[in-house]
């Protein structure tokens, strides 16, 4: 008996496109931002991408014994619910804002972005309209898209997820750089509005949207005017332009600080030298209707709301008294809203001391 020659059947060979990575798509979503990354040349960068790394001439920033000041950060679970929503035109400036917001806290100019878009799928649209709002927060921080990278990572992330990460370098004199050593009791405490929640505490958010029953889709129950989604999609303010007009003006400005995740308690401490604590009078702020409607809807206690959201302050400057009111004409006259809020103090025992009501 004869064995039956065994058949093999036929298959055409894989493809990267085949494995879900489209090269082809890749290249032509460069082609098409490159519009937006031109919008955002300025002195140093020419606002071209394309090659294996993003030049910036150092010279041009000016500067007589420049050191370079550089921070990296990302949009968190925000980007949730851009996904949840599809609005994906604000997430961007977030991202700019969360990186040049911690380089102008050192007396840094921003000079260049670059961005990390990571995706499941490549969908062009989506990605341009990101693309559009990284290009937008770099505008208005004044800095250059220097290029960046996008990663097609099927099995990575599913569906439409994706994620982003920024990174910013900026420059300063060595003798401008911030927090200066000289704080001391008395000196002023200055609070900057926020725009909203910016981009922290979103895992709380979140939640508390999932408990409540709300529909991103729905109109917001603090503001009528728009859909629950874009409203908790408020950019983070970029607080780069007024500052630098402020630095410029004014010598008073000691130290400032990013209010962040952590809040008040957690951020203002890292700007204040050993023995300096602050007092911050809760009754100076004015929280967006957002934060009532977080504190009432998740009942979530005072002390919690200060520690994960800015609570309507998003800045802080420690400024010397005489200064005070100069810097904040300064800062007012280019559309930033300041409060006097608080005043250094010899530290006793916190760092960070509240008194007086929190509005919400």
């Known amino acids: 008996m004869t064995d039956t020659p065994k058949t093999t059947k036929s298959r055409e060979g894989l493809s990267y496109r085949d494995a879900g990575v489209d090269i082809d798509a890749g290249n032509a979503f460069v082609e098409a931002i490159k519009p937006l990354v031109k919008s955002t040349e300025r002195p140093g960068a020419d606002g071209t991408i394309g090659g294996f790394g993003g030049i910036f001439d150092l010279k041009a920033a000016n500067l007589d014994d420049p050191v370079l000041v550089a921070a990296n950060d990302g ?3 925000k980007l949730k619910v851009a996904i949840e929503s599809g609005v994906h035109d604000t997430v961007g400036i977030d991202l700019v ?8 806290v050192q007396g840094a100019e921003p000079l260049f972005f ?12 989506q990605g341009a309209q990101i693309v ?15 290029g960046g990278e996008t990663a097609e990572m099927p099995g990575m992330y599913s569906g439409g997820d994706y994620d982003l990460a920024g990174f910013a370098v900026g420059a300063a004199e060595r003798t401008a750089l911030l927090p200066r050593g000289d ?6 405490v200055l609070g900057i509005a926020s725009s909203g929640i910016h981009s922290n505490g979103f895992s709380l958010v979140r939640r508390i949207v999932e408990q409540a029953g709300a529909g991103l889709g729905d109109p917001a129950p603090f503001d009528a005017e728009t859909t629950l989604g874009r409203a908790l999609l408020e950019p983070t303010r970029i607080y780069v332009k007024a500052i630098r007009a402020a630095l410029r003006e004014t010598s008073g400005i000691k130290a400032l600080a990013h209010i962040t995740g952590g809040g008040i308690p957690d951020n203002l401490p890292r700007v204040l030298p050993s023995g300096m604590a602050v007092e911050i009078d ?19 206690a005072r002390d ?8 309507g302050i998003g800045m802080i400057a420690i400024v010397a008294p005489d200064d005070a009111d100069a810097i904040i004409a300064s800062l007012e006259k280019n559309g930033e809203t300041v409060a006097r809020i608080g005043r250094i103090s010899p530290q006793e025992d916190q760092r960070v001391n509240f008194f007086g009501d929190l509005a919400l």
Do not use: H, K
């Open 75 to 77: 949009v968190g679970t």
């Open 97 to 104: 804002a969360m990186c040049v917001n911690d380089l102008i």
């Open 114 to 125: 670059l961005d990390y878009f990571a995706t499941g799928r490549l969908d062009a649209e």
């Open 132 to 146: 559009a709002g990284i290009a937008e927060g770099c505008r208005q921080a004044g800095c250059a898209l220097l």
């Open 183 to 188: 704080v001391v009791p008395g000196d002023v």
């Open 282 to 300: 809760l009754s100076a702020f004015n929280p967006q209707p957002v934060f009532s409607w977080l504190a009432q809807e998740g009942g979530v």
């Open 304 to 311: 919690e709301m200060l520690r994960t959201f800015n609570c």
